[in-house]
């Protein structure tokens, strides 16, 4: 079992709040990364978990048992490094085995133990070898190791992937899925990477300042964002957000009140969804959203530049004095100094609090 429970969780620094009142469940078999800029407070959230870093306030369960205080030693859960940790002077098969024998269980489980993890993770053949003697991607595979054999209830990763060259992390993103598949475990996952989040996890929990944003399926968390920072986090570019001011008006089609949201240039349809008519708000409109030259368009701008991302196109547009990108499969067919009309994809406006930052609709 691997149930965790965050309540309230808070830790302090001196003045800084490095985590602010955290509250979250983490289900069995869950993957849930804990996402958020530098500095957000993901990886004290997580050393508090692991009873590393102990809390100002609040409390920790682990299949409903108390651990708030217990020492890291008895909390049934493994952590994986950034830096891996391993020992440099131990081969691979005593790096992986060491857990085991500070349990001080018998050669022959060790050896059985360690042979078993060894071939989940494709380590047979390099038991005998040093840290010094494999890759990266090896090196984390063997930290990953020393964490399975201890067979936890739940495992927690601090930016596992952080020191490995891109190519290696997409393939290990992968490897880690399935390891997750296999094993049916809780994994709690730290990054700041928005990419392994929302390909690995299950539901990401976002964090800004110390504070949870939301926490969601990565379905959730990019189509419906809670706050303006969580819908300026998701997505590369990132969503379009500026201001605007929604009004109702007599439709000439409909008969009825529809609701738009005005800016300079700029009338964006929301139909006749929401309850906020005369108010201020921060619009927000994804680059894959804004589809360039189609009827009816909600507003007219010039392209000012064109990035070619070899299956994608980004173009980079001014609308009044609002910039906007706009993202779709290459070639969009526009070229730098375009006048263009932009429509927006019905239903994928999204309204917030000028101040707040709250969704609105
Ligand atoms: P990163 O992705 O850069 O590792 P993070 O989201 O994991 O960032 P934390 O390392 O949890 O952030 O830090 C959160 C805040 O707490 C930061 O402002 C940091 O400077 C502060 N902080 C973390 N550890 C300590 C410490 N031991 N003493 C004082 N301040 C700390």
New binding site residues.
């Given amino acids: 079992m691997g149930d965790i429970q965050i309540r309230g969780a808070t830790?302090r620094?001196?003045a800084?709040?490095?985590?602010d009142g955290v509250s979250l469940d983490v289900a069995d078999g869950e993957f849930l990364v804990?996402l958020?800029?530098?500095?957000?407070?993901?990886?004290?959230?997580?050393?508090a978990i692991a009873g590393l870093?102990p809390l100002t306030a609040g409390a920790l369960e682990l299949d409903g048992r108390d651990i708030t205080h217990t020492p890291p030693r008895e909390r049934d859960l493994a952590m994986v490094f950034q830096s891996y940790a391993l020992y440099p002077h131990l081969s691979v098969e005593r790096n992986i085995g060491f857990p085991l024998r500070a349990r001080r269980q018998s050669r022959h489980d060790i050896r059985r133990k360690v042979a078993e993890v060894a071939g989940t993770l494709e380590l047979s053949e390099l038991l005998q070898r040093r840290p010094r003697e494999l890759s990266g991607g090896q090196r984390q595979r063997v930290a990953l190791g020393r964490a399975l054999v201890r067979d936890p209830g739940a495992f927690l990763l601090?930016?596992p992937l952080s020191n490995l060259d891109a190519k290696l992390r997409a393939s290990t993103r992968y490897e880690l899925v399935e390891l997750h598949r296999r094993l049916r475990a809780t994994f709690v996952y730290?990054t700041?990477d928005q990419v392994e989040a929302m390909t690995m996890a299950t539901r990401i929990a976002i964090?800004n300042q110390?504070r949870l944003e939301q926490v969601g399926t990565p379905e959730e968390v990019y189509d419906e964002p809670a706050s303006e920072f969580v819908a300026g986090f998701l997505g590369s570019p990132p969503m379009n957000l500026f201001p605007a001011t929604i009004v109702s008006r007599v439709s000439r089609v409909s008969r009825g009140g529809e609701l738009v949201a005005l800016a300079p240039g700029m009338e964006v349809p929301l139909g006749r969804r929401g309850e906020v008519p005369d108010t201020d708000v921060v619009l927000g409109i994804r680059p894959e959203h804004l589809r360039p030259n189609r009827p009816h368009p909600a507003m007219s701008g010039t392209v000012r530049l064109l990035e070619n991302l070899g299956g994608e196109e980004i173009a980079h547009c001014a609308v009044g004095e609002v910039r906007l990108c706009v993202r779709g499969p290459r070639p969009l067919g526009l070229a730098a100094g375009d006048e263009i009309g932009l429509a927006v994809e019905p239903g994928h406006v999204h309204v917030f609090h000028p101040e707040t930052g709250r969704r609105l609709r």
């Fill in positions: 830790k620094f001196g800084v709040t490095a985590v804990l958020g800029p530098s500095g957000c407070g993901k990886s004290t959230l997580l050393r870093t601090d930016e730290v700041h964090l110390g």
